[in-house]
Each structure stands twice: as structure tokens, then as C-alpha cells.
């Protein structure tokens, strides 16, 4: 497969839409993060997944077009782990390597990070742990 042809170099909205929802497709597969998800978003996931490019969109095009409170919403999940993060953040890593070229997979990666980051902190109270996930997944993708 010729690589340069098939993974865009920049990102647009269709390249965005196109990782979220293999993205998902990934989670929702995954034995630990599969019934978490569900747990939360069970019939929902036809709503949920539209916000989520927004959101994505938001973050690296600057569209705007993504309103909400994240953090929020995430902090009255029960039973997250820290497990979750480093689970969830290897999945990202893996699809956005698979579907960019590395400058942009980088970018997602360094996005998804500070945002994994800042729920870490609101779950955990410090990010300690967090550090240690980061370094594992920084020294694997070497």
C-alpha cells in the first residue's frame, strides 16, 4: 500500500470524522473500555459520536462548533481507573498511527494527552499516575 497516497497529510473535518468513529468502533470492542462506554452511552451512541467530531473539530481545526462541559460530564462517571486512561490513550495512539501521517498522528496524540491529562487529574486529585502512562506510551512510540 502506498502510504502516501491513502493517509492525508493534514487533517480536514471528513479525516476527523473518520478517526472518531474508528476510534469508537475500537472502544466499543475493547474488553475493558467496550462495557464502560455502554454502561454510559448504551442506546446514545448515534448522538454521541456527531458531539465527539464536533468536539475533536473543535480542538484541532478551531471550528468552534463543539459548546460543553467535558470535564463535567466525565467527573460523574463511576468506577474510572487509571487503567481507563492508559487503555483508552493506547487506542488513540494506535488509530491515529494508523489513519495519519506521523507530524499530524503527533499532533492528535499530543492533543489527546493534555486532555487525558486534565480528567486524570480531576479523577485521581494528582498525575502521578498519569506520568507514568505518558512515559510508557511516549518510549513505545519511539
Avoid: C
Amino acid at each position: 500500500m502506498d502510504t502516501a497516497t491513502t493517509i492525508p497529510a493534514t487533517v480536514d473535518r471528513s479525516a476527523i470524522e473518520r478517526l472518531v468513529y474508528s476510534f469508537y468502533d475500537d472502544v466499543r470492542a475493547d474488553p475493558l473500555l467496550g462495557p464502560t462506554f455502554e454502561a454510559v452511552l448504551a442506546d446514545r451512541w448515534a448522538a454521541h459520536l456527531p458531539r465527539m467530531v464536533e468536539f475533536w473539530s473543535t480542538m484541532v481545526l478551531g471550528t468552534r462548533s463543539f459548546s460543553g462541559n467535558v470535564f463535567g460530564k466525565h467527573m460523574v462517571l463511576d468506577g474510572i481507573a487509571p487503567k481507563h486512561f492508559s487503555h483508552w490513550l493506547r487506542l488513540w495512539f494506535a488509530k491515529s498511527d494508523e489513519l495519519f501521517a506521523p507530524p499530524v498522528a503527533h499532533q492528535l496524540q499530543f492533543m489527546a494527552l493534555g486532555i487525558a491529562r486534565n480528567l486524570y487529574r480531576g479523577y485521581f486529585g494528582e498525575d502521578g499516575g498519569f506520568a507514568r502512562i505518558e512515559s510508557e506510551l511516549k518510549h513505545g512510540h519511539d
